[in-house]
T-cell receptor, first 113, second 111 residues
Framework: EAQVTQNPRYLITVTGKKLTVTCSQNMNHEYMSWYRQDPGLGLRQIYYSMNVEVTDKGDVPEGYKVSRKEKRNFPLILESPSPNQTSLYFC????????????FGPGTRLTVL | GESVGLHLPTLSVQEGDNSIINCAYSNSASDYFIWYKQESGKGPQFIIDIRSNMDKRQGQRVTVLLNKTVNHLSLQIAATQPGDSAVYFCAETQPNNDMRFGAGTRLTVKP
């Protein structure tokens, strides 16, 4: 089944404790992206990757890092999480970019205390 | 920055009725638009898309209308069913390939 998977689905952590949210897609898509979704706001892009070893900042990259060592994986790293990073995070992938249909993962709900 | 459809309105319809969900997009030069459905606890799911060289596109029970004159996009759902209950939001791809998402509209279908 073609899908985007994320882990963990739920995470409660404390300020400053490094964490990684994994994202994997099995559709051989070149483009992958991370978004955060906050109440009353649309999805906001954190980082995206056009291909392996190519990553770029989105609209809200501060406090986040990503890597794209393999085509299928695009982990999101919070080196020192803060309470304002409490949010619902979605990973997405598409064949070539934002002009293609993006397929979203199930989401990761992160709470930073 | 600019946003698509900032507010999160709600729409309640009776099962079997038609639903119309609206979206005002921000950039008149945007050339690709998508409607997504997001059910509770799940990621957004593609419903239908339309490019700026079209003003209407139909899918199964859904129709997207694009009015470029007033930067307006709408999603029409025919014979709405309880399974259609979700948040629906639009997205626009701007000329620089940035994608902007609306906050969405919550559709509730009453049996």
């Amino acid at each position: 089944e073609a899908q985007v998977t994320q882990n963990p689905r739920y995470l409660i952590t404390v300020t400053g404790k490094k964490l990684t949210v994994t994202c994997s897609q099995n559709m051989n898509h070149e483009y992958m992206s991370w978004y955060r979704q906050d109440p009353g706001l649309g999805l906001r892009q954190i980082y995206y990757s056009m291909n392996v070893e190519v990553t770029d900042k989105g609209d809200v990259p501060e406090g986040y890092k990503v890597s794209r060592k393999e085509k299928r994986n695009f982990p999101l790293i919070l080196e020192s999480p803060s309470p304002n990073q409490t949010s619902l995070y979605f990973c997405a992938s598409s064949i070539t970019g934002s002009t293609d249909t993006q397929y979203f993962g199930p989401g990761t709900r992160l709470t930073v205390l | 920055g600019e946003s698509v459809g900032l507010h999160l309105p709600t729409l309640s319809v009776q099962e079997g009725d038609n639903s119309i969900i609206n979206c005002a997009y921000s950039n008149s030069a945007s050339d690709y638009f998508i409607w997504y459905k997001q059910e509770s606890g799940k990621g957004p799911q593609f419903i239908i898309d339309i490019r700026s060289n079209m003003d209407k596109r139909q899918g199964q029970r859904v129709t997207v209308l694009l009015n470029k004159t007033v930067n307006h996009l709408s999603l029409q759902i025919a014979a709405t069913q309880p399974g259609d209950s979700a948040v629906y939001f639009c997205a626009e791809t701007q000329p620089n390939n940035d994608m902007r998402f609306g906050a969405g509209t919550r559709l509730t279908v009453k049996p």
